[in-house]
């Protein structure tokens, strides 16, 4: 637990190091709270780039490439489109994919006809609050976003505001009778101005505090928040803006043992004897950058190449103008006045000392042929041409783009169903395994470290909401990362029947499709989660299952249940609303002698094989 | 009299009786083949030369068996073999008339067995698929893959499977061709084992005649032989013999394709005369002192 003094000289620290970091220079440079906080500030600045709409490439595109224009720099960023948005989306989707309804769950242990307190607070109460939303949605959608973009900030937990009552006395004191309603809160990595990790944390909030301002009173003041394992503190400015003067307000006395502030974390690393965590999607911002650049080129080099120059023969600019006194014709653009050795520019040509020969319909006008003049149509020059810069440079650009979009991509193994786009084209089989094992690592860490976030948030509010009454539910998180897409599972399945496989290896990759194809549809995923565990012919191709049942392998039922499960399912389901909810083991036999049945009636159980054919003809005569 | 009267109906009567329920099978596979066949596609009433309906060709063609195997033929091929067994319990009672010594033959009910198995085997799987689901297939596919008008393609599959006025089904035809003869040859071979467990020498040349009753049955039709003279005939040539007639075999052959004819052992007391006389001279027969006595010679 820090106390007052502590905090003080912690603010104080952080004010100094604000100020000088203000007065240097123009505009004031960043300041440098702690170890990380450059670092940390500057990863995030360079993934919003490419992953905030309405966020300018300003440092990137700071300096100038050489050859270009003022004018041209200024078109191109003034017409910056955001064309690496999708590859953060496709991210961000591609993470949320473990998140999927039936990938997880959470039991609050409640009875049947109750809501649990708990739930009933996180799934509906929370969305009144400030927060706006569940607590699910908060954490798999809000923080979800902002791990990948803000690896350093922080989720801290405090009450979204204390109940408190007055007294007779005009006293005011917290309001026992009604509990705490805690909230998250974002604090981007930029308002992290000291932390000693796990500990405590100071946040620079956006809050303002009224100060003096000369003779005028300014909601310009800073205000921090300090927790601790302990307390959650205000430090409020307060006095004349200059001064830089605090109070330090108990916010609230969480008395938790433990700092409720967790980061958004990501890869880990030390910088500067400190632990640092890295967003994934930062290993793709320097291809992304360099996406970024080339837009930039390719739009000022397109205006060029669809606004071509008329080259074209002009006259001689005959414009004339007063100069003390004499009437002065344009000489090459410019007039000069030697009298007061001045120049100036021919308010016609601008300059350049010809004129147009356009009429005002745009037709070019040539002279008539005269002995003295060649006409002008048989010059070995043409009178007017149009000029405009060779497509290749474009080309080369548009290529370097998709190869550079490619590559980021790739590196954060995404997928589309796309067949051109897996990644990286020319993929191997063997590399395509190993890039979707590199996803599922990459997805597995997180994950964790998300869940890890949704729990420690559940335990916090709970404990802060709930304190001795609060009973931590049970959260079974995901287990399956499955990330080909459709194309390459059946890529991989015709693959695995063509070289022969062992059924029992085909069956389990038509699974792992069928899983990817229905992960979010909970009773479709039910229904083809029953018939890949009961139907043994599931991957056999129809010629085998023939030859099989003509052997006598494979008996009448099974082909019924292999050709009819879906219908046998729906049947079970209209005698039965509840049956996809049994054991599984009990879906199974109750499919399983659904089939039997309509097999036998059916006749559909008639052997087909010679020999039991035979058998079975042979069996009935002797039955009479 | 009656016993042998009914047995050797029943050589002619049992096939006929499966054969009338044939028709009825047919009709029914047609409405099957019919209901499959309308998967293919159809423009301008032709089919369709398309991959897509070879392929539904070829997956009727698959299922030309099943459909078979799940009309009402199968039932009538069970109906037909359980009539074996019905033959054997007739042929029984004749052996226990005639030969006091007789008792039912566990061989005699493993050759009744042997012989219903391969009728069934016949019928429902080795002919069935040879002349009726493989031809059958060939005007599917054949149809498909050049083109054929639809309406002509249901006429001959009709004319195929349910015959007309000129010609059976595919189904009746050949069960024609093998009901009566799986049935006699049957019958034959368990009196054969029965009598040669017996050690039965004389035989009669039991049945009926009918239209296509042959030269070689007409000439022995009813009349009385040592089994050394049925022998001796194996290796003789007639029209009609089944090629595998030799003078063991010609006891379950007798006269041959569709011979209705039972070669029936016979008691010495119960062959005329001038029959035992021709053996004696010819050396087939030795009768004992005994059997002479009794015989009056």
């Given at each position: 637990?820090?106390?007052?003094?502590?905090?003080?000289?912690?603010?104080?620290?952080?004010?100094?190091?604000?100020?000088?970091?203000?007065?240097?220079?123009?505009?004031?440079?960043?300041?440098?709270?702690?170890?990380?906080?450059?670092?940390?500030?500057?990863?995030?600045?360079?993934?919003?780039?490419?992953?905030?709409?309405?966020?300018?490439?300003?440092?990137?595109?700071?300096?100038?490439?050489?050859?270009?224009?003022?004018?041209?720099?200024?078109?191109?960023?003034?017409?910056?489109?955001?064309?690496?948005?999708?590859?953060?989306?496709?991210?961000?989707?591609?993470?949320?994919?473990?998140?999927?309804?039936?990938?997880?769950?959470?039991?609050?242990?409640?009875?049947?006809?109750?809501?649990?307190?708990?739930?009933?607070?996180?799934?509906?109460?929370?969305?009144?609050?400030?927060?706006?939303?569940?607590?699910?949605?908060?954490?798999?959608?809000?923080?979800?976003?902002?791990?990948?973009?803000?690896?350093?900030?922080?989720?801290?937990?405090?009450?979204?505001?204390?109940?408190?009552?007055?007294?007779?006395?005009?006293?005011?004191?917290?309001?026992?009778?009604?509990?705490?309603?805690?909230?998250?809160?974002?604090?981007?990595?930029?308002?992290?101005?000291?932390?000693?990790?796990?500990?405590?944390?100071?946040?620079?909030?956006?809050?303002?505090?009224?100060?003096?301002?000369?003779?005028?009173?300014?909601?310009?003041?800073?205000?921090?928040?300090?927790?601790?394992?302990?307390?959650?503190?205000?430090?409020?400015?307060?006095?004349?803006?200059?001064?830089?003067?605090?109070?330090?307000?108990?916010?609230?006395?969480?008395?938790?043992?433990?700092?409720?502030?967790?980061?958004?974390?990501?890869?880990?690393?030390?910088?500067?004897?400190?632990?640092?965590?890295?967003?994934?999607?930062?290993?793709?911002?320097?291809?992304?950058?360099?996406?970024?650049?080339?837009?930039?080129?390719?739009?000022?080099?397109?205006?060029?190449?669809?606004?071509?120059?008329?080259?074209?023969?002009?006259?001689?600019?005959?414009?004339?103008?007063?100069?003390?006194?004499?009437?002065?014709?344009?000489?090459?653009?410019?007039?000069?006045?030697?009298?007061?050795?001045?120049?100036?520019?021919?308010?016609?040509?601008?300059?350049?000392?010809?004129?147009?020969?356009?009429?005002?319909?745009?037709?070019?006008?040539?002279?008539?042929?005269?002995?003295?003049?060649?006409?002008?149509?048989?010059?070995?020059?043409?009178?007017?041409?149009?000029?405009?810069?060779?497509?290749?440079?474009?080309?080369?650009?548009?290529?370097?783009?998709?190869?550079?979009?490619?590559?980021?991509?790739?590196?954060?193994?995404?997928?589309?169903?796309?067949?051109?786009?897996?990644g990286s084209s020319d993929l191997t089989a063997t590399g395509m395994v190993l890039d979707?094992?590199?996803?599922?690592?990459?997805?597995?860490?997180?994950?964790?470290?998300?869940?890890?976030?949704?729990?420690?948030?559940?335990?916090?509010?709970?404990?802060?909401?709930?304190?001795?009454?609060?009973?931590?539910?049970?959260?079974?998180?995901?287990?399956?990362?499955?990330?080909?897409?459709?194309?390459?599972?059946?890529?991989?399945?015709?693959?695995?029947?063509?070289?022969?496989?062992?059924?029992?290896?085909?069956?389990?990759?038509?699974?792992?499709?069928?899983?990817?194809?229905?992960?979010?549809?909970?009773?479709?995923?039910?229904?083809?989660?029953?018939?890949?565990?009961?139907?043994?012919?599931?991957?056999?191709?129809?010629?085998?299952?023939?030859?099989?049942?003509?052997?006598?392998?494979?008996?009448?039922?099974?082909?019924?249940?292999?050709?009819?499960?879906?219908?046998?399912?729906?049947?079970?389901?209209?005698?039965?609303?509840?049956?996809?909810?049994?054991?599984?083991?009990?879906?199974?036999?109750?499919?399983?002698?659904?089939?039997?049945?309509?097999?036998?009636?059916?006749?559909?159980?008639?052997?087909?094989?010679?020999?039991?054919?035979?058998?079975?003809?042979?069996?009935?005569?002797?039955?009479? | 009299?009656?016993?042998?009267?009914?047995?050797?109906?029943?050589?002619?009567?049992?096939?006929?009786?499966?054969?009338?329920?044939?028709?009825?099978?047919?009709?029914?596979?047609?409405?099957?083949?019919?209901?499959?066949?309308?998967?293919?596609?159809?423009?301008?009433?032709?089919?369709?030369?398309?991959?897509?309906?070879l392929q539904i060709a070829a997956e009727i063609s698959g299922l030309l068996r099943e459909?078979?195997?799940?009309?009402?033929?199968?039932?009538?091929?069970?109906?037909?073999?359980?009539?074996?067994?019905?033959?054997?319990?007739?042929?029984?009672?004749?052996?226990?008339?005639?030969?006091?010594?007789?008792?039912?033959?566990?061989?005699?009910?493993?050759?009744?067995?042997?012989?219903?198995?391969?009728?069934?085997?016949?019928?429902?799987?080795?002919?069935?698929?040879?002349?009726?689901?493989?031809?059958?297939?060939?005007?599917?596919?054949?149809?498909?893959?050049?083109?054929?008008?639809?309406?002509?393609?249901?006429?001959?599959?009709?004319?195929?499977?349910?015959?007309?006025?000129?010609?059976?089904?595919?189904?009746?035809?050949?069960?024609?061709?093998?009901?009566?003869?799986?049935?006699?040859?049957?019958?034959?071979?368990?009196?054969?084992?029965?009598?040669?467990?017996?050690?039965?020498?004389?035989?009669?040349?039991?049945?009926?005649?009918?239209?296509?009753?042959?030269?070689?049955?007409?000439?022995?039709?009813?009349?009385?032989?040592?089994?050394?003279?049925?022998?001796?005939?194996?290796?003789?040539?007639?029209?009609?013999?089944?090629?595998?007639?030799?003078?063991?075999?010609?006891?379950?052959?007798?006269?041959?394709?569709?011979?209705?004819?039972s070669i029936m052992p016979q008691s010495v007391f119960n062959v005329p005369k001038e029959?035992?006389?021709?053996?004696?001279?010819?050396?087939?027969?030795?009768?004992?002192?005994?059997?002479?006595?009794?015989?009056?010679?």
């Amino acid at each position: 637990m820090l106390t007052i003094d502590q905090i003080a000289e912690t603010t104080q620290r952080v004010v100094d190091i604000m100020r000088k970091a203000k007065g240097k220079g123009k505009e004031g440079v960043m300041p440098d709270y702690h170890n990380t906080y450059l670092h940390s500030v500057d990863m995030k600045q360079a993934i919003e780039i490419h992953a905030k709409p309405g966020v300018k490439p300003d440092k990137l595109v700071a300096e100038r490439a050489p050859n270009q224009t003022d004018k041209e720099f200024n078109y191109a960023l003034a017409n910056y489109q955001q064309t690496t948005l999708p590859v953060f989306l496709d991210n961000v989707h591609t993470m949320q994919r473990a998140f999927s309804d039936n990938n997880w769950s959470i039991d609050y242990r409640q009875g049947d006809d109750e809501k649990n307190e708990l739930q009933q607070y996180l799934e509906i109460d929370i969305a009144s609050t400030p927060l706006k939303m569940t607590f699910d949605s908060y954490m798999f959608q809000f923080v979800t976003t902002n791990k990948l973009i803000d690896a350093m900030g922080c989720i801290a937990y405090k009450p979204y505001f204390i109940p408190t009552v007055k007294t007779s006395d005009g006293e005011l004191l917290i309001d026992g009778t009604e509990m705490f309603s805690p909230i998250p809160h974002y604090y981007p990595s930029e308002a992290v101005v000291a932390y000693d990790e796990s500990y405590f944390y100071m946040f620079l909030t956006e809050e303002k505090s009224p100060v003096e301002w000369g003779n005028t009173t300014v909601m310009e003041g800073l205000v921090y928040e300090v927790y601790d394992d302990t307390n959650i503190f205000k430090v409020i400015q307060v006095g004349k803006k200059n001064d830089y003067k605090f109070i330090y307000e108990l916010y609230h006395n969480h008395s938790l043992g433990y700092c409720p502030v967790d980061r958004l974390k990501g890869i880990p690393g030390v910088l500067n004897g400190e632990v640092i965590f890295q967003s994934m999607f930062l290993f793709a911002v320097p291809h992304l950058n360099d996406v970024v650049l080339d837009s930039i080129k390719l739009r000022s080099v397109k205006a060029a190449v669809v606004h071509p120059f008329r080259i074209m023969s002009g006259n001689l600019c005959v414009n004339t103008m007063e100069l003390n006194g004499e009437i002065k014709t344009c000489d090459n653009g410019y007039f000069h006045d030697m009298t007061r050795n001045i120049t100036h520019t021919c308010s016609v040509c601008k300059g350049s000392g010809m004129r147009e020969r356009m009429s005002e319909h745009g037709v070019l006008l040539l002279r008539p042929e005269s002995p003295f003049k060649e006409n002008e149509l048989r010059a070995s020059q043409p009178a007017l041409q149009i000029v405009s810069p060779s497509v290749e440079t474009p080309q080369f650009l548009r290529e370097e783009i998709k190869h550079n979009t490619e590559m980021a991509r790739n590196i954060l193994h995404l997928r589309t169903s796309d067949s051109q786009v897996k990644g990286s084209s020319d993929l191997t089989a063997t590399g395509m395994v190993l890039d979707e094992k590199a996803l599922y690592s990459t997805v597995k860490i997180f994950s964790d470290q998300l869940f890890d976030m949704y729990e420690f948030g559940i335990k916090t509010i709970g404990l802060m909401r709930m304190g001795d009454r609060f009973e931590m539910p049970v959260v079974t998180r995901p287990v399956t990362f499955d990330f080909a897409t459709e194309y390459e599972y059946m890529e991989r399945i015709s693959l695995a029947i063509k070289n022969g496989l062992p059924s029992f290896v085909v069956h389990e990759i038509v699974y792992r499709y069928i899983k990817t194809m229905f992960y979010n549809h909970v009773d479709r995923a039910k229904v083809f989660d029953l018939i890949i565990t009961t139907d043994r012919l599931l991957v056999m191709p129809n010629d085998q299952i023939n030859i099989e049942a003509a052997k006598g392998t494979i008996a009448g039922w099974e082909v019924v249940l292999h050709d009819s499960a879906i219908t046998i399912i729906r049947q079970q389901i209209e005698q039965n609303a509840g049956f996809l909810e049994q054991d599984l083991a009990i879906q199974q036999e109750q499919l399983r002698a659904a089939a039997k049945t309509l097999a036998d009636s059916n006749k559909a159980a008639m052997p087909t094989s010679n020999t039991n054919v035979v058998d079975a003809v042979l069996r009935a005569t002797e039955a009479a | 009299m009656a016993l042998e009267a009914d047995k050797l109906n029943r050589l002619q009567d049992v096939p006929d009786d499966f054969l009338k329920k044939i028709p009825k099978s047919q009709s029914q596979i047609y409405d099957q083949v019919v209901g499959l066949l309308s998967r293919l596609e159809v423009r301008g009433g032709v089919y369709v030369i398309s991959n897509k309906n070879l392929q539904i060709a070829a997956e009727i063609s698959g299922l030309l068996r099943e459909v078979l195997l799940a009309s009402d033929y199968t039932k009538a091929v069970t109906e037909f073999a359980k009539e074996f067994d019905q033959q054997a319990v007739i042929n029984n009672k004749l052996f226990e008339s005639a030969f006091p010594a007789f008792t039912a033959s566990e061989m005699g009910a493993t050759i009744v067995n042997l012989a219903k198995r391969e009728a069934i085997d016949l019928l429902l799987n080795r002919a069935s698929d040879s002349d009726f689901v493989a031809p059958l297939r060939d005007i599917i596919e054949q149809s498909v893959i050049n083109g054929a008008g639809f309406q002509e393609t249901l006429k001959s599959i009709r004319t195929f499977i349910e015959g007309n006025q000129d010609v059976d089904g595919a189904l009746l035809r050949y069960s024609k061709t093998y009901a009566h003869d799986t049935y006699a040859i049957a019958d034959r071979a368990y009196t054969s084992v029965v009598s040669e467990e017996l050690d039965v020498e004389w035989f009669k040349w039991a049945g009926g005649v009918i239209q296509s009753t042959r030269p070689f049955c007409l000439k022995r039709h009813n009349k009385f032989y040592h089994y050394k003279e049925i022998e001796s005939w194996g290796d003789l040539k007639w029209d009609g013999k089944i090629p595998e007639t030799n003078s063991a075999t010609i006891f379950s052959y007798a006269g041959g394709y569709n011979c209705r004819h039972s070669i029936m052992p016979q008691s010495v007391f119960n062959v005329p005369k001038e029959d035992i006389l021709r053996n004696i001279e010819n050396g087939n027969y030795v009768p004992s002192e005994k059997e002479l006595e009794l015989l009056g010679m």
